[in-house]
Every structure is written in C-alpha cells, then in structure tokens.
C-alpha cells in the first residue's frame, strides 16, 4: 500500500476524481501490476473511464 499526492490547483470535484484515477491507473500500469480495484463514487467518473470517446 502506498500513498501519494500532488497539486492540481483549483479544480471542480470531477476534475480531481478523473485525475486521481487516471494517476492510480498510471501507477499501477507502471509498476507492472497486472490486477487493479478501483474505488470511486462518481458514476460520472466511472462513465468517462469505460467509454473510449469520452476519456482523456
């Protein structure tokens, strides 16, 4: 388990929850792990993720 921050200046809530997983999942990619449970309660968020014409 690990712990991280940075900051991302003044932002809406959307924008800090899409960053904080694209970050999560950049991490994860880089360490080479293959599994990853991500948490979040934004389905608005979780829309983004799991659609390829909307995520960043």
Not at 12 to 19: D, G, L, R
Not at 29 to 37: D, E, P, S, T
């Amino acid at each position: 388990m690990g712990v991280f921050s940075t900051y991302i200046g003044i932002q809406n809530a959307f924008y800090v929850e899409i960053v904080a997983a694209m970050v999560v999942i950049e991490t994860t990619h880089a360490r080479g792990w293959l599994y990853l449970w991500l948490e979040c309660n934004s389905k608005l968020v979780l829309h983004a993720l799991s659609n390829e014409e909307i995520a960043p």
